[in-house]
């Protein structure tokens, strides 16, 4: 097992390579802030950082011992899994037709319930302030072009 934990770290160095290399077209900066090449370079290096520190934990380990960790989980782990990726999808075809914020909305109130949240004011205010301050953020500070219901609605209904 611990040559698969081996060439599973080295494939993520790999990928981190590939990522890096894809991203170094992409200027670091723009007259706005960091350009398309910022996220995507920093991310790489920390992940194949992150995997080559683990490669060399694998690989130096005398007594490596699997984790023991399970590839397909069963249980309310698997019905979780499945829940969240239901909403996801749902949520994919729903951001046109409703908007970012009414979609943001209903998502924020889903996944807490789906993941066992049962107090209903910490549901509705996560919902309102999540869906509220990313649309703000995204729309005003970062002027991404975000999908509007088709009521007008931005953030919080205006």
Same mark, same amino acid.
Do not use: C, H
């Given at each position: +097992?611990?040559?698969?934990?081996?060439?599973?770290?080295?494939?993520? *160095? /790999?990928?981190?390579?590939?990522?890096?290399?894809?991203? *170094?077209?992409?200027?670091? +900066?723009?007259?706005?802030?960091?350009?398309?090449?910022?996220?995507?370079?920093?991310?790489?290096?920390?992940?194949?950082?992150?995997?080559?520190?683990?490669?060399?934990?694998?690989?130096?380990?005398?007594?490596?011992?699997?984790?023991?960790?399970?590839?397909?989980?069963?249980? !309310?782990? /698997?019905?979780?899994?499945?829940? *969240?990726?239901?909403?996801?999808?749902?949520?994919?075809?729903?951001?046109?037709?409703?908007?970012?914020?009414?979609?943001?909305?209903?998502?924020?109130?889903?996944?807490?319930?789906?993941?066992? /949240?049962?107090q209903w004011w910490v549901i509705g205010l996560f919902a309102?302030?999540?869906?509220?301050?990313?649309?703000?953020?995204?729309?005003?500070?970062? !002027?991404?072009?975000?999908?509007?219901?088709?009521?007008?609605?931005?953030?919080?209904?205006?």
């Amino acid at each position: +097992m611990k040559r698969a934990w081996l060439i599973a770290s080295l494939a993520f *160095v /790999a990928f981190a390579a590939f990522v890096f290399y894809l991203s *170094v077209d992409y200027p670091l +900066m723009d007259p706005l802030g960091p350009g398309a090449g910022f996220f995507p370079r920093w991310l790489s290096l920390i992940s194949g950082a992150v995997a080559l520190v683990l490669f060399a934990q694998t690989w130096l380990n005398k007594n490596f011992e699997d984790p023991g960790t399970v590839l397909i989980p069963r249980g !309310k782990a /698997a019905r979780d899994i499945l829940l *969240v990726m239901l909403g996801m999808t749902v949520v994919t075809f729903l951001y046109e037709p409703l908007g970012f914020t009414i979609t943001t909305l209903l998502l924020l109130i889903y996944l807490p319930l789906v993941l066992g /949240a049962r107090q209903w004011w910490v549901i509705g205010l996560f919902a309102l302030v999540g869906s509220g301050g990313v649309f703000y953020a995204f729309y005003y500070w970062l !002027k991404l072009p975000l999908p509007l219901s088709p009521f007008g609605l931005g953030i919080l209904g205006i």
